[in-house]
């Protein structure tokens, strides 16, 4: 049983950077992270995924050039650093894990309790 915690959310201007970090507990090793968000009234949008490896990952076009995954094996942890942010970043970020890298949030099994990020304009 793999379990997730997400932490490193909160408030930032328009423009600034955070940093996510979703630190993982049980068998973590060999599954696909993804990154989902979920803004008010909306349903839960895919942000990024990578492979176990880091060595394929892929980004929505809504972020791509701006946020950025990155694993430390070492530590059981996968971050999403979110950089250039916009205030459509707004939402509650989710990390999960799955068998495979997928856009699609029901290919993974195990989600975080999520984490509120808001940018201000």
């Known amino acids: 049983q793999v379990q997730l915690v997400e932490s490193g959310g909160g408030l930032v201007q328009a423009g600034g950077s955070l940093r996510l970090s979703c630190a993982a507990s049980g068998p973590f090793r060999n599954y696909a992270m993804g990154w989902f968000r979920q803004a008010p009234g909306k349903g839960r949008e895919f942000v990024g995924t990578?492979?176990?490896?880091?060595?394929?990952?892929d980004y929505a076009d809504a972020v791509k050039g701006r946020f950025a995954i990155s694993r430390d094996s070492a530590k059981n942890t996968v971050y999403l650093q979110m950089n250039s942010l916009k205030p459509e970043d707004t939402a509650v970020y989710y990390c999960?894990?799955?068998?495979?890298?997928?856009?699609?949030?029901?290919?993974?099994?195990?989600w975080g309790q999520g984490t509120q990020v808001t940018v201000s304009s």
């Open positions: 999960a894990a799955g068998r495979i890298a997928s856009r699609f949030a029901g290919s993974y099994e195990y």
């Open positions: 990578s492979s176990w490896s880091i060595g394929n990952i």
